[in-house]
């Protein structure tokens, strides 16, 4: 089992930026791939990005070119920096961890884009 935990979730302006974080309790490059979902009120969990143990990552549509993903090994920690924040973002964000016996998930992080 991999224990994670989100934070970074907070209240922005449309166009602000974020950074979410997702500390892992073990290597992320011992975890196949971690992945980032959202929900928004009402709608069903949306995937977000994957960010596999080595190689690019991935996105969905309407977050390319403004989300990015990064990781920090020293840390245990992947993030998702979001720029270009619209109200459409307005979600609880979760990183989830996936590989061969595992599927784990954190808390999520509120963000929301509000004037």
């Known amino acids: 089992q991999v224990h994670l935990v989100e934070s970074g979730g907070d209240l922005v302006q449309p166009g602000g930026s974020l950074r979410l974080s997702c500390a892992a309790s073990e290597s992320i490059f011992s975890i196949y791939v971690i992945r980032w979902y959202r929900q928004a009120p009402g709608k069903q969990r949306e995937w977000v990005a994957t960010?596999?143990?080595?190689?690019?990552?991935s996105f969905v549509d309407s977050v390319k070119g403004r989300f990015t993903a990064s990781r920090d090994g020293a840390k245990n920690t992947v993030y998702l920096q979001m720029k270009l924040l619209k109200p459409e973002d307005t979600a609880v964000y979760y990183c989830n961890a996936f590989g061969p016996g595992y599927d784990n998930w954190g808390q999520g992080t509120q963000v929301t884009v509000s004037s």
């Open positions: 960010i596999p143990n080595s190689g690019d990552s």
